[in-house]
């Protein structure tokens, strides 16, 4: 398996815009981040989670030129508002992409994107919507699945053998941590370093890691706020900032 980042910025981006640059090195590119988004190559198939405003350009820069599934977390906007960039994929290879998404993001998808899903006038659908399941088979590959609390809505964090993705996470619900033990990767969103309404801050993101003691932890959603070298100064080993087109072998 291979997992490349896409991007790991936040909503905004990395930085703000021209001239504004909150607390980063412009000059080091690793402090350059397009919106969240990973690509998973597992079993000969390309699975995408979310799909962020910059697709367009992170599937050019990946080099990537067939989707086989989307995975969605959350309906957000920086996590779904690059789906219309996905009728290249469909155009290129001849086929409807799956789009796996939790029932409560079903109806809004399907009304912002109608002609995406169930085709308007001369244009044919090009993606189908798969209601999600906690355990899953997507070819050869298993994935499992389940809600976590992004302040007033959930998100998915998506485990994939021993990698999992947690973006935009605030906390966790019940005993569902107990499923990320024994990662060998895990990316967890870091907004900020303090706590927001919506995301955890960095010394609860640390206490999770502490927790579960991933072989390697990610930070993925990062605003202008968090310098990469100066987030490497204060994290422990095996805990590092990720940054776009980082791609790890699992
Ligand atoms: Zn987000
Ligand atoms: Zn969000």
Not at 2 to 23: E, H, T
Not at 120 to 127: A, V
Not at 186 to 194: N, P
Request: with cysteine.
């Amino acid at each position: 398996m291979k997992v490349r980042i896409l991007g790991c910025g936040g909503s905004f981006g990395s930085p703000l815009a021209w001239g504004k640059n909150g607390n980063i090195d412009i000059n080091d590119p690793k402090n350059h981040r397009t919106r969240s988004s990973i690509l998973v190559k597992v079993n000969n198939k390309n699975i995408l989670i979310d799909t962020s405003p910059d697709l367009r350009n992170q599937l050019y820069e990946a080099k990537c030129t067939n989707i086989d599934a989307v995975l969605y977390t959350h309906v957000h906007s920086d996590h779904t508002s690059g789906l219309p960039d996905m009728r290249a994929m469909s155009l290129i290879n001849n086929k409807i992409i799956p789009a796996y998404m939790p029932n409560d993001m079903k109806s809004e998808m399907e009304l912002c994107y109608k002609y995406i899903f169930k085709g308007e006038k001369d244009y044919l659908p090009f993606m189908k919507i798969i209601e999600l399941n906690n355990s899953f088979n997507f070819h050869d590959t298993h994935i499992e699945t389940f809600k976590h609390n992004h302040g007033s809505i959930d998100v998915q964090t998506y485990k994939i053998g021993k990698f999992a993705y947690s973006t935009d996470l605030k906390k966790f619900y019940n005993s569902d941590i107990e499923k990320l033990k024994n990662l060998d990767l895990w990316i967890v969103g870091l907004l900020r370093y303090d706590p927001h309404p919506s995301h955890a801050g960095f010394n609860q993101i640390l206490d999770y890691i502490k927790y579960l003691k991933p072989k390697k932890t990610l930070f993925t959603h990062m605003t202008a706020l968090l310098d990469q070298k100066e987030l490497i100064s204060k994290c422990p080993q095996n805990v590092e900032p990720a940054y776009d087109g980082l791609e790890i072998e699992l």
